[in-house]
């Protein structure tokens, strides 16, 4: 093969953020020359003899091109040792835990981590054994009274969901690490654009990849990357041993997604600032939950670990939880759903959609909030959508 080749085969470590998600695990098809790579839809390999692997890959379950190429993105992306892709983030959560984790070991999480990770957690793994509670990590003090010997795994996510709290996470990694434990971070709601907790402390990252890395709305995925080597053959065991990986098609649109990422999430920042300056701006709102705020209690935490403020944000109405339901159902660009992460704007009620499973727990939210995920359609049309359903619930 000729230079071309050999310059796609360099390690993309020497480049900036930008160019290592448009390359990294992108070279052209050696074959053809085609630019981007095939989609690899197959189940198995032909063998050249028993055990004649071509480039490694036997069965689709163990591995395949596509989602191999997405892995080597997706560890470029965090400046990982490593990377797997799965068929969900829960998919990647559970494959991660039932990895490092055994009978008796204790969790330690946020106590205002994504639902379905506190669910996983306390309904599915409590069960075979694993114990979880919850702490507000925002103090390191009442992290470090509430780890015990049996502590491997301290799991945080900043900025949080629905209220956007930032977590310090170099403060919080050196106290993980004090205790004996691992620091994971769920990197989903910042994305590697903004934020890169592996360089700040932490030993692994997750992803919901259906959110900013996929970036459209139209694939689910999840990612698990490393800092170094400690953990990668177990959790891969569990990857191929209970087969929760990303289909073809599936890594393929993720890949085609993150090369945009980049340029989307700068959009996404900077809408999402504009309209939390307008809420803030408005009586309707009594609550504007944006770390870009200066008056965030979060902001200068951000500001130092972050490189924006990303495209989520929460807004609390001052008339109550009977008024946020009805702004959640008042807009027309904006459109109710859960997820988030895609170009489109989305709006949604938390107490009864995406945090509905935790209402009454330690994990409740307030019950006056909407969450938006803000898109990067014109702004202007943006905030006179809000405008409008301000209006609308108003008059009613
Ligand atoms: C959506 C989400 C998950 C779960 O990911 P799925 O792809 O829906 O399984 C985990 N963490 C965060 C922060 C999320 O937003």
């Given at each position: 093969m000729r230079g071309a080749h050999r310059t796609y085969r360099k390690a993309m470590t020497d480049r900036a953020f930008a160019t290592r998600a448009i390359h990294a695990g992108q070279q052209p098809d050696p074959l053809t020359g085609a630019i981007i790579p095939p989609i690899y839809q197959a189940s198995t390999h032909v063998q050249d003899g028993i055990g004649g692997y071509r480039g490694g890959f036997e069965y689709n379950r163990a591995g395949n091109p596509t989602r191999s190429s997405l892995?080597?993105?997706?560890?470029?992306?965090?400046?990982?040792?490593?990377?797997?892709?799965?068929?969900?983030?829960?998919?990647?959560?559970?494959?991660?835990?039932?990895?490092?984790?055994?009978?008796?070991?204790?969790?330690?999480?946020?106590?205002?981590?994504?639902?379905?990770?506190?669910?996983?957690?306390?309904?599915?793994?409590?069960?075979?054994?694993?114990?979880?509670?919850?702490?507000?990590?925002?103090?390191?003090?009442?992290?470090?009274?509430?780890v015990r010997p049996e502590t491997k795994i301290v799991w945080l996510e900043t900025p949080s969901n629905p209220l956007l709290k930032i977590v310090d996470i170099a403060v919080i990694a050196e106290a993980a690490h004090t205790a004996g434990a691992i620091l994971v971070v769920d990197n989903t709601f910042a994305s590697p654009a903004l934020q890169q907790p592996l360089a700040l402390g932490a030993d692994v990252v997750v992803h919901s990849t259906t959110k900013y890395l996929g970036g459209h709305s139209d694939v689910l995925g999840g990612a698990v990357v490393f800092g170094d080597d400690r953990f990668v053959e177990q959790v891969k065991f569990q990857q191929f041993a209970v087969g929760a990986v990303s289909a073809p098609l599936d890594a393929w649109l993720t890949t085609r997604g993150i090369k945009t990422l980049a340029v989307r999430v700068r959009q996404h920042s900077e809408n999402a600032q504009a309209i939390a300056e307008w809420a803030a701006s408005r009586p309707e709102f009594a609550d504007v939950f944006y770390p870009g705020l200066a008056s965030h209690p979060g902001h200068e935490i951000a500001a130092r670990q972050m490189s924006g403020f990303g495209g989520m944000l929460s807004l609390g109405l001052s008339a109550g939880p009977a008024a946020a339901r009805a702004f959640a159902e008042s807009t027309s660009v904006f459109q109710l759903a859960e997820s988030l992460g895609g170009v489109e704007s989305l709006i949604g009620y938390p107490p009864e959609m995406t945090h509905a499973s935790v209402r009454g727990t330690a994990l409740a939210v307030p019950e006056n909030i909407v969450r938006l995920s803000v898109g990067i359609e014109d702004v202007a049309d943006l905030i006179a959508d809000l405008e409008e359903g301000l209006a609308r619930i108003a008059a009613s």
């Open positions: 892995e080597t993105q997706l560890a470029a992306l965090e400046g990982g040792a490593s990377a797997l892709s799965f068929a969900s983030g829960l998919a990647a959560e559970d494959a991660l835990l039932r990895g490092i984790l055994r009978p008796g070991d204790h969790v330690l999480l946020g106590n205002d981590v994504y639902g379905g990770t506190y669910r996983l957690l306390t309904k599915v793994l409590a069960p075979w054994g694993i114990e979880t509670t919850t702490v507000d990590l925002q103090s390191a003090d009442a992290v470090r009274a509430a």
